[in-house]
């Protein structure tokens, strides 16, 4: 069996079972718990192997180191082998109701001699007994319960000298063992972790829940083995002692027998907050009796689930039988036989205690967290630290993690949420915008269509009807119809022209095109009313484009058209030029009367048009798009109608390349 000094992993953590919630940190009396990427890991060399956090997982998460197969090889291998069992197997195996089966059933598995553990607690209670009697007013802190002195040693060195110099129950019956036996081999049976790795003078510690493993095993059961009696020396007091207050039974004194110098304290809040008051000196003359769990028979190593007040009854009913006056006699011999063993014990300090980090370092972390001032630290205890405090430090010490904080998770939550609702906004627009693009482009095709097919009979009857007008004498009667049929079939034929533009049928000859120059010939080809007022701004050095002039000068006369008309009562139109290496954004905008949210979807529809009829064609925003798309470009349009919300308006955004790095001058689809 190891040595403290080279402790083994008494607690591990099933990676897979764990949920992280934290509760092992928070039970962790030792803040031996680290949480890495999200997984309680326990650290080795800071375990006091109390088993809290064994005990609190409600995921089975955290299990112990298992040593009943040393044992089984042990009972395997012929040697004489004493079991020394803790006194409170009585609230473990309840369901044996003679005593006297469970020692048979051990004495079945193998095990020469079986013991019982309460005598040394006899043995060491009187030991204690002249300790708190020394009225020196030096106080005593027991050192029966492994889990504490380990806790002393690491976390509060400076109480090792206070440490009862006095070894445990079970070190007291193993020398007893000794010193009947000689060197026999020796396996403790109890309800402890830590008893695992407390004394090299045991070869083996294992719990009830692994001793109910070994019976299982070896089909074992109360009826089936002969009942038989502990090995003497048999315990008396000492039975009592897995329960707290246990000691002082022991002993057989009160706390207010010995003028109240005693504090009990169990259960890793009580042993911890005793310790620290004993620091501050308010318990300044005390005693402590300190114990891990609440009392050894709710330790880690019994079965889960018991009721603590029913196991003591066990206990108690168990106990009452050794003080009976018959068994009294004999008892006092023992103890009497045994009154010189040497029962003591020196403890080393082990400092385990981590600098606490710098002011600066904390509040780093601290504003990680989000946790600017007092307000901030809502301490709420989420993240198994106490205080917001206690969790930086951890963080500083490589303990805990950023994300354990609960406020700081939801509100990075929160953030996620409204990231999400952002692109997801976002994705619905784009998604429109395809649709809508989607949609015009199957227009196109169909309109590329009808154009084609009507291209050439219009130019039929745009050439004769044209023949018929050169061959009518002046005053012919005919020739006012002839006229009319030439003119309509000429607008068919811009239709028509239109309806290629927008379906990207035409061919685009690109030259390098002055933006500047191309906007002032745009406004002075459309006729400007009096009361609008024109004005060209370029914001970008550089103005030229590579653009076909012809048709970028369709698109801007079309821009400029639509502005003026929105304006019957006059405004500004405003052309602005701008742009940088790679594109050109030519900008039309109005002073008019603004699009309608409706509107917006079919702006570039062909015929769409909300002016009367005979004033509109509704194909000129549909040529403009066509044109566009035709450089490889796209066009946006702002517009406000609602003069509540601000000036009514519209602007219509060009973003061309500014180099033609494809070929343009091919008819193309894009
Ligand atoms: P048309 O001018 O023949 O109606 P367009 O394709 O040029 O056809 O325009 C389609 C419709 O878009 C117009 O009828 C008008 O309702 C709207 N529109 C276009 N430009 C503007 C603008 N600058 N201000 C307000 N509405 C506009
Ligand atoms: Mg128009």
């Not at 002195?149 to 019956?173: D, F, K």
């Amino acid at each position: 069996m190891a040595t403290s000094e080279e402790r083994r992993k008494l607690v591990y953590t099933i990676k897979e079972l764990c949920r992280v919630c934290y509760t092992c940190v928070r039970e962790c009396p030792a803040k031996a718990i680290k949480i890495i990427n999200g997984q309680a890991d326990v650290i080795a060399e800071r375990c006091i192997g109390c088993g809290n956090c064994v005990k609190v997982c409600s995921q089975d998460a955290k299990v112990f180191l298992l040593t009943r197969n040393e044992v089984k090889s042990m009972l395997h291998g012929g040697e004489p082998i004493a079991a020394l069992v803790a006194p409170s197997f009585p609230a473990e195996f309840t369901e044996i109701t003679d005593y006297k089966r469970f020692v048979g059933m051990l004495r079945a598995l193998g095990f020469s001699h079986v013991f019982e553990v309460a005598f040394g607690a006899d043995l060491v209670a009187q030991r204690y007994k002249s300790l708190l009697e020394d009225k020196s007013g030096r106080g005593y802190i027991s050192s029966d319960c492994p889990a504490i002195v380990t806790y002393i040693r690491y976390y509060h060195p400076e109480l090792v000298e206070n440490l009862a110099p006095v070894v445990s129950p079970m070190v007291a019956i193993s020398r007893v063992v000794r010193k009947i036996h000689g060197n026999i081999k020796q396996v403790f049976i109890g309800p402890c972790i830590a008893k695992k790795d407390e004394s090299d003078e045991i070869d083996e510690a294992i719990t009830f829940r692994e001793l109910r493993v070994l019976f299982e095993q070896s089909n074992l059961t109360p009826d089936g083995v002969p009942p038989s009696e502990f090995d003497p020396p048999h315990a008396g007091r000492g039975a009592i002692f897995p329960v707290s207050r246990g000691l002082m039974q022991t002993v057989n004194i009160f706390d207010d027998l010995i003028e109240g110098n005693i504090t009990v304290a169990e259960g890793r809040i009580g042993f911890q907050e005793a310790i620290k008051e004993w620091e501050t000196g308010s318990l300044k003359g005390q005693n402590l009796e300190l114990l891990c769990c609440e009392g050894c028979i709710m330790g880690p190593g019994m079965s889960p689930g018991g009721k603590r007040f029913e196991r003591k009854t066990y206990i108690s009913s168990y106990a009452r039988n050794k003080v009976a006056p018959a068994q009294l006699k004999r008892w006092e011999q023992a103890i009497a036989d045994f009154s010189d063993l040497d029962l003591s014990k020196s403890f080393v300090p082990d400092n385990k205690r981590i600098e606490k980090p710098t002011e600066e370092e904390i509040n780093r972390v601290l504003a990680k967290m989000g946790k600017f001032s007092p307000r901030d630290h809502l301490n709420c205890g989420a993240c198994g630290y106490d205080t917001c405090l206690e969790h930086a430090i951890a963080i500083v010490e490589g303990l805990a993690e950023v994300e354990m904080c609960l406020p700081y998770a939801i509100e990075e939550l929160h953030e996620t949420v409204k990231d999400l609702a952002v692109s997801n906004e976002k994705l619905a627009k784009m998604q429109q915008a395809l649709k809508h693009s989607e949609k015009l482009a199957h227009m196109g095709q169909l309109s590329a269509g009808i154009a084609h097919e009507l291209n050439n009979p219009l130019g039929v009857v745009l050439m004769y009807s044209n023949i018929l007008l050169d061959e009518c004498k002046p005053d012919d009667p005919l020739r006012n119809d002839l006229e009319l049929i030439s003119a309509q079939a000429e607008r068919c034929k811009k239709i028509v022209s239109g309806l290629l533009n927008f379906a990207r049928k035409n061919q685009v000859k690109v030259d390098k095109v002055n933006l500047k120059n191309l906007a002032d010939d745009s406004i002075a080809g459309v006729v400007i009313p009096k009361d609008v007022k024109t004005q060209v701004v370029s914001r970008t050095s550089n103005l030229l484009a590579d653009l076909d002039y012809e048709q970028m000068m369709q698109v801007l006369t079309n821009l400029n058209k639509n502005a003026i008309e929105a304006m019957p009562n006059g405004g500004n139109l405003t052309i602005v030029i701008d742009g940088n290496d790679q594109e050109v954004i030519i900008s039309v905008s109005d002073t008019g009367e603004g699009i309608p949210e409706e509107n917006m979807d079919k702006l570039f529809t062909p015929f769409f048009t909300t002016k009367g009829i005979g004033k509109g064609t509704g194909l000129g925003l549909a040529t403009t798009y066509g044109i566009v798309k035709m450089h490889k470009g796209r066009i946006e349009v702002e517009s406000n109608n609602n003069p509540q919300k601000g000036p009514t308006g519209t602007t219509f955004r060009i973003v061309l390349p500014r180099k033609a790095d494809f070929d343009l001058n091919t008819e193309n689809n894009v």
